[in-house]
């Protein structure tokens, strides 16, 4: 029904960069809270950064000051900017949509498959 497909992770030196990207595709009539979590090896899966359909937004304390998330509402699509990067901010990151698909009316969450970052120091 809908798909989510991330981009951008990789492999970056600390203090660098990277953009990450999750389009949705699908039966797609309105994609309410876009959200970017992340999960590390032996850590519990933390949310980092959302962004609601009017564009109000959180984020993780750990990642303020260094991390936006943005919406593309045209293209279904979130994005995170990620500044100062550093070796904590090793991990997989996932993007999730609460969606309503059409002819719904109820929100229903699909997610992304993960991709990795991975910060070296």
């Known amino acids: 029904q809908v798909q989510l497909v991330e981009s951008g992770g990789g492999l970056v030196q600390a203090g660098g960069s990277l953009r990450l990207s999750c389009a949705a595709s699908g039966r797609i009539f309105k994609i309410n809270d876009m959200t970017w979590y992340r999960q590390a090896p032996g850590k519990q899966r933390e949310l980092v950064a959302q962004?609601?359909?009017?564009?109000?937004?959180k984020y993780a304390d750990s990642v303020k000051g260094r991390f936006t998330i943005s919406r593309d509402n045209a293209k279904n699509t979130a994005y995170l900017q990620m500044d100062s990067l550093n070796v904590e901010d090793t991990a997989v990151y996932l993007c999730?949509?609460?969606?309503?698909?059409?002819?719904?009316?109820?929100?229903?969450?699909?997610w992304g498959q993960g991709i990795q970052v991975t910060v070296s120091s």
């Open positions: 999730n949509f609460k969606v309503v698909i059409q002819g719904d009316i109820r929100f229903r969450d699909f």
């Open positions: 962004i609601d359909l009017v564009g109000l937004i």
